[in-house]
């Protein structure tokens, strides 16, 4: 059986930056069920505290923090890029020890949003970009998905499952 990552937070545990979480999902609830979900919160693994100050990636670009070409601030301006590094390294691990190949990750997140980020400008300006453990993941082959594409990671799971090597 394929094992899918997910946020905590997207299984209502309230680890987000303000103490809060998100869901209920119905298909990430059926996949808990069937004993597929492995959670985690990189920010947490990290070593990041619930809750915490918010934080974004100056230009919302996750591979850039990975290659050591920005960082993560928060809007105190403190630098918690080391934070964001180990956990997406935790994530990864995660994914290595599971054989995981798809995830479900938090939308905008400075760790983990897959297609658009906040620019680092603390303004609620959205560039396109994704976060630092959705980088990670994806250079490592791993599909990334949000929450508001569960349809399209439920046909992904399917193809994999089949056996079909587009998924």
Request: proline share 5%; hydrophobic share 45%.
């Amino acid at each position: 059986m394929q094992k899918i990552l997910v946020s905590r937070c997207l299984l209502g545990e309230p680890v987000r930056y303000d103490g809060g979480s998100h869901g209920p999902f119905v298909q990430l609830e059926t996949w808990r069920r069937q004993g597929r979900l492995v959670a985690v919160c990189p920010e947490v693994a990290g070593g990041l505290p619930t809750p915490r100050p918010t934080a974004e990636i100056p230009g919302g670009q996750g591979a850039q923090v990975l290659d050591g070409a920005c960082g993560v601030l928060t809007i105190d301006g403190a630098e918690v890029g080391a934070a964001f590094l180990a956990g997406a390294r935790a994530a990864l691990q995660l994914v290595e020890a599971h054989g995981i190949r798809l995830a479900v990750l938090k939308a905008r997140s400075p760790s983990c949003g897959n297609r658009e980020n906040y620019d680092g400008s603390f303004s609620g300006r959205r560039v396109s970009g994704e976060g630092v453990t959705a980088a990670l993941l994806r250079r490592h082959g791993v599909r990334v998905f949000s929450e508001e594409a569960l349809a399209e990671a439920a046909a992904a799971l399917a193809a994999l499952e089949a056996g079909d090597g587009a998924a």
